[in-house]
């Protein structure tokens, strides 16, 4: 595969709160700084290696929380020199925003400037497949759509949004003819067996004059505001006063771009994505993600199984001992363990949330 | 209460291999060397604190494995100068035996020498009531009988050996009519309620020449090996080389005193002792012996419980946050997790001989 041409800019949205990975996750070391399962990497890491040859450090831009960019600039190194920090998290739509902005202010080359917009926490097993997809992708963008990365279901899931398939625009890509909410199992199965439906991965691809427009119309507000902020033509917003862009940030609603402009606008088309593409969301997602033992355990680091029957545990460490169990998580990290059932590792915010409210710092 | 004659001498048995209560016991801090539950200290040391003012610290003798002496030492200090180390465990009759004849050539009074055999790692909520007791025992001592204290049951406990109380002896004292192993919960039902049976406690009190005339008829080759040894008058066995020990050591069977003696003497007697006792066996056993959450919840150090019904959580420093979980043990302690369910807290010695398989010392 060959790189691809100067005006295509990678945005990688490196945001979270540290939540669902507690305790390895933390508010400054979210899923995306943290190496997860068998990984000898942070995922961020991953992230960018997987632009090699493909996109060139210097059109990488991060965007992430302020809070964040000491840990994600200390990991990304000379990867990615470019970074936006938010002052705050107010949804995708700004993020995007801001980073369009950013680009379209930076860019000096004659042709058009494309944007990925990518996700620093995502696993994505097969690159090359990854790299034609966006290839197909871009082609769809230069003719003025915003194109979705439609990952295409091996299982009818029932924690990620569909995309539904319209009219053939080209030879890769289609209209979109609807977005679904995540659907119940039932409604998942008759999804796969369609063939028709492809999982929302938040991977999309467009023209820099497209998502402008299409934003400018969205939000109108939040764009004049962020314009007001007079970026640097080759600087771009990282020469804007970090307070100058908090309190443009205070203002602005939250809403994500696939409420505020994916939904609603015509030009919106989805290329087909086989790239092994996963979003681990949870620690009880590590045991469908990674290969089980036969009764179903999954266990990284210092650990010990004895009896055991679908348990996920995880050791930075201290060695973790399960004995007798039965679908339980486990984890050790950072000074603190996590144990629940695997059912409930959705809930583990909820932790978070009474560490917060003990003022339990040292934990968050 | 004043303080005993100094004819009557303290025997702590101080043994253990440190599984039961893993990860907090080792091999080199078995239970009685650590401070379980809320305790502020260790067992051993309230086992010692209960005997001021009662039995002096130098006729006090600690009996332990060789490989304990010096961390049992350390947590004893001055509260108890005398030691006998075992170079191997080989059951309370042969250590008895040899507690018995140190005794016997160091006492120097005129006063036929008592021996009180207690464990380090027993709760003991009332002491009063435990010297006295005590004091009832050593009258029936006195009169040639190897005396028990019964503990007066409170419920159908099946994890205990019962005494059958028989004749009465005198005003405190009674024969023992039987001994009765661990009872299923119906029999244990019936002996509560009868009244007329004690839980084994495994606290005996007997003179020198009454116990040691029993072993010599009981176990004559290894109190004639022992003898051989020729402890010093004044000094007893602790000025035997370690090495005579363990050669003769290695020639003696395991036998229990209830085996080798208590069951098969004519002259067994038993007192009641209403004195708070309980032995922690495992660790779902704190939640029977201590104060519980409403949920039935136990918890000790840094340790946070969320949605949890049943659970006992102990951390010695890391945060242990517990989710949602139903009867579940979760253990953190020097440098070790034990999570499983709490009726599996009897199996945690598998963890302990799959990391002796695994030559795993750092964990033993």
Redesign the interface.
């Known amino acids: 595969m060959t790189t691809l041409g100067d005006n295509v800019y990678a945005v990688i949205l490196a945001g979270g709160s540290g939540t669902r990975f507690w305790?390895k996750s933390r508010q400054l070391s979210p899923k995306q700084l943290c190496a997860i399962g068998n990984a000898k990497e942070t995922m961020l890491e991953t992230t960018l290696k997987r632009l090699d040859g493909f996109i060139a450090p210097d059109r990488r831009l991060i965007v992430t929380h302020e809070q964040q960019i000491e840990s994600t600039k200390q990991i990304a190194g000379a990867a990615c020199p470019h970074y936006l920090a938010e002052p705050d998290a107010r949804n995708t739509a700004n993020a995007l925003a801001l980073a369009a902005l950013d680009i379209e202010t930076r860019h000096q080359g004659a042709d058009t400037p494309i944007m990925i917009s990518l996700h620093a926490d995502h696993v994505i097993e097969n690159v090359d497949a990854f790299k034609q997809s966006v290839r197909n992708a871009i082609d769809s963008a230069k003719e003025g759509y915003l194109c979705l990365l439609g990952i295409v279901p091996d299982k009818p899931e029932t924690g990620y949004g569909y995309i539904e398939r319209g009219a053939s625009l080209s030879e890769t890509a289609f209209k979109v003819s609807s977005f679904r909410e995540k659907p119940e199992l039932e409604l998942a199965k008759s999804y796969l067996e369609s063939g028709n439906f492809l999982w929302n991965a938040g991977i999309f691809v467009w023209s820099i004059p497209t998502i402008i427009a299409e934003l400018d119309h969205a939000i109108p507000t939040a764009m004049n505001a962020l314009r007001g902020l007079k970026p640097e033509a080759g600087v771009g917003f990282r020469s804007c006063p970090s307070e100058s862009l908090r309190s443009v940030y205070q203002g602005l609603p939250k809403i994500s771009i696939d409420h505020a402009v994916l939904e609603v606008s015509k030009k919106v088309s989805v290329v087909d994505a086989d790239i092994g593409w996963q979003d681990i969301g949870s620690w009880d997602a590590l045991a469908k993600t990674f290969p089980t033992d036969q009764q179903n355990n999954i266990s990284f680091g210092n650990t010990?199984l004895?009896?055991c029957e679908g348990v996920t545990a995880d050791?930075d460490?201290?060695?973790?001992?399960?004995?007798?169990?039965k679908d339980?998580v486990?984890v050790?990290a950072k000074?603190?363990?996590?144990?629940?059932?695997a059912d409930?590792a959705q809930?583990?915010k909820?932790?978070v949330e009474?560490?917060k409210a003990d003022q339990?710092e040292s934990?968050l």
């Open positions: 305790p010990m004895i009896d050791s460490g201290d060695l973790v001992a399960c004995l007798g169990l339980i486990v050790k000074g603190a363990v996590l144990v629940c059932p409930k809930d583990v909820k932790i009474a560490l339990n934990y």
